[in-house]
């Protein structure tokens, strides 16, 4: 099981920007995809941005598209989620989570293996 600690978040105004981070404990080796969800009031977690540690590919939630970055740095088994021009319907825990699939529902949660400990993100107005 790879352990994943993330960092970054806090509170903001509308309009300004937050990173959040998340280090893998251990080589991304044998894992395919990396993803952020973000969990609102309710229980389930939607999804919000994702990345390949093999490809280019990248996805996007289309109400975040333009606005926020996922990116990685595999030399530091690392992935970040740059989020720009922050809304406060953004406001959430931020979680990031790994797979080793190589073919996945990438905006389904349960296509997940291993989870960060979630990032409290508040934007106020």
């Known amino acids: 099981q790879v352990q994943l600690r993330q960092s970054g978040g806090g509170l903001v105004q509308a309009g300004g920007s937050l990173r959040l981070s998340c280090v893998l404990s251990?080589?991304?080796?044998?894992?395919?995809?990396m993803a952020w969800f973000r969990r609102d009031k309710g229980p389930s977690r939607v999804f919000v941005a994702a990345v390949s540690w093999i490809t280019d590919y990248t996805r996007y939630r289309d109400s975040v598209q333009g606005r926020f970055t996922m990116s990685r740095d595999n030399a530091k088994n690392t992935v970040y989620l740059q989020m720009n021009n922050l809304k406060p319907e953004d406001t959430g825990v931020y979680y990031c989570?790994?797979?080793?699939?190589?073919?996945?529902?990438?905006?389904?949660?349960?296509?997940?293996?291993?989870w960060g400990q979630g990032t409290q993100v508040t934007v106020s107005l």
């Open positions: 251990e080589d991304i080796a044998g894992l395919n995809f």
């Open positions: 989570a790994t797979a080793r699939k190589e073919a996945l529902r990438i905006t389904d949660p349960s296509e997940f293996d291993d």
